[in-house]
């Protein structure tokens, strides 16, 4: 965990992990501290507190403290005491995708695929779109009322482990079987259900491919730079492969399970989205059944668009400046969700 990491807690430090559930930068600071100093991992929400706890009495760390306070609560009682404190930003901009999400259709093939992790309610409203089945590694309570929809089916938390050299928390994968036993075990449907609304996005043929070019509002999207400071995704077009290349944290994204490939993507779907903030720790949901606006690019150009979604089971649909809906080209294509609150930041050149 970057967090915990560039903290660099020491033997004989005072250290608060003040957003700590479910435990993964406390287990990395514990490990750096050994039995010199103090460790004080708080949760906010009492539920996420109890798991917090019960992992550090699993891992036999006798010099953490798990407590259930606010910020404001913590500060008036330990006035200038820790030498570190630890917050996870990233978990703060959550809403903005931090944690990847793949689809995928031949599970069969299935080698190896995660780490799996905790989920988030904007997670499981795309999982409704789409009639997929969710895996993943619980999640914050806030997903409960999501998660009881009768159009949602789920696997949570049992999937195998990899020893990967990391905190238990990022070690649980998908492999060979998994999904398998899990079907076996809970007699989810494995094809489509009554819930599914059919086929998402028109395509261009491909001796036929989409040209924005002479579209209205149309402008170059050589670099298209999105406003997600955690990670600063940025994708830039490929003007031979006629392809966006994906990198973050100023390096290339590959993909592990692809030969470690730079992930690519031939139309990108970049939606202005509203959003809707839990507490003070950044748990949010995208208002993703609304409207709103955003761009669609492809092979170098980019036209504005609006969006809409009328139901957690409906598709997406996006339409030009002449209320047509989209075509887009053959290949994979990237949908991102931007915080309304910071559109104006989005950038394409």
């Known amino acids: ?35 010199k100093g103090l460790l004080v991992s708080n949760e906010i929400h009492a539920g996420r507190a109890k798991i917090l706890s019960g992992n550090v009495e699993r891992m036999g760390f006798a010099n953490t403290v798990v407590t259930n306070e606010t910020s404001v609560r913590m500060a008036e009682a330990f006035p200038e005491f820790f030498d570190k404190v630890l917050i996870d930003a990233p978990c703060s901009g959550e809403g903005m995708f931090r944690k990847d999400r793949d689809m995928v259709k031949d599970w069969e093939k299935i080698q190896q695929l995660g780490s799996i992790r905790s989920v988030r309610p904007t997670n499981v409203r795309i999982a409704a779109e789409w009639n997929a089945v969710l895996c993943h590694d619980g999640g914050p309570f806030y997903v409960d009322q999501y998660m009881a929809q009768p159009f949602i089916d789920n696997f949570s938390g049992t999937f195998s482990r990899v020893d990967n050299g990391k905190p238990r928390e990022y070690t649980e994968y998908i492999l060979p079987g998994d999904l398998e036993k899990n079907f076996e075990r809970s007699g989810v449907e494995r094809e489509y259900t009554s819930y599914y609304e059919g086929p998402h996005y028109q395509f261009a043929r491909e001796d036929n491919p989409v040209d924005l070019s002479a579209e209205a509002g149309v402008i170059d999207a050589r670099t298209v730079d999105l406003p997600f400071p955690h990670n600063d995704s940025i994708l830039e ?38 959003f809707t903030q839990y507490d003070e720790h950044g748990y949010m949901i995208f208002d993703c059944v609304s409207t709103g606006g955003g761009y669609y690019v492809t092979n170098g150009k980019a036209i504005p668009v609006t969006w809409t979604k009328t139901s957690d089971t409906s598709p997406t649909r996006y339409y030009d400046g002449a209320g047509n809906e989209i075509k887009l080209n053959t290949g994979k294509t990237y949908v991102g969700f931007v915080p309304v609150d910071n559109w104006t930041e989005v950038v394409i050149e």
């Open 1 to 35: 965990m970057a967090v915990g990491t560039l903290a660099d807690a020491g033997p004989g430090e005072r250290v608060l992990d003040l957003c700590a559930a479910p435990g993964g930068k406390t287990t990395q600071a514990a490990e750096r501290l050994g039995l």
């Open 237 to 274: 077009y490929n003007e031979e492969e006629q392809i966006y290349y994906y990198s973050e944290y100023g390096k290339a994204h590959v993909d592990p399970g692809n030969d470690n490939k730079q992930l690519s993507f031939k139309n990108l779907l970049i939606q202005s989205c509203g």
